[in-house]
């Protein structure tokens, strides 16, 4: 059985390929996945990087995407329904250049589940703002190179049917 970071590999590698190219072009992988947080990384290469040689803050906002678009995404595969998913706003504060990989961390995975009942009970439309921290451990260890704020807005359009 394919462990849970594979299966969401293999996930983002589709929706990369069929969906959203600009998401393959970076090339994010995975690192972790739970019911509480995500993280993936973009490497810095000559895809992702501006002229400064650090990383293009296109590429950074395709990591904050995908950390907390693909969480969710998950969490509602996994809960069984299928929702309609979109981001209607981004912040973004740049605290240093990121100079090597990139990490994307969200770890709001009780507030998405919470948001994804709420919709599902009501059959409205949930906003909310989810954050994404981003690091550069071999320069900068921990400490974040970045922050997002994307709004999400999610509805429960139906619930899948369970396969056995």
Request: hydrophobic share 40%.
């Amino acid at each position: 059985m394919e462990s849970r970071v594979a299966q969401a590999n293999k996930m983002l590698k589709q929706f990369g390929k069929h969906k959203v190219k600009l998401i393959d072009y970076c090339t994010p992988e995975i690192m972790e996945i739970s019911d509480d947080h995500l993280s993936l990384k973009i490497p810095l290469n000559d895809k992702t990087k501006n002229h400064l040689e650090s990383m293009y803050f296109g590429a950074l906002a395709i990591g904050a995407d995908v950390a907390a678009g693909l969480l969710a995404m998950d969490m509602a595969n996994n809960s069984g329904l299928d929702v309609s998913l979109a981001f209607k706003s981004v912040q973004g504060e740049f605290l240093r250049r990121p100079e090597d990989d990139v990490i994307f961390s969200c770890y709001q995975g009780k507030m998405i589940r919470e948001m994804l009942e709420k919709s599902h009970q009501t059959g409205t439309r949930v906003n909310e703002p989810v954050s994404v921290t981003v690091t550069c451990p071999a320069r900068d260890g921990n400490e974040p190179v970045a922050t997002f704020s994307l709004t999400l807005s999610l509805k429960v359009v139906s619930t899948l049917a369970t396969a056995e």
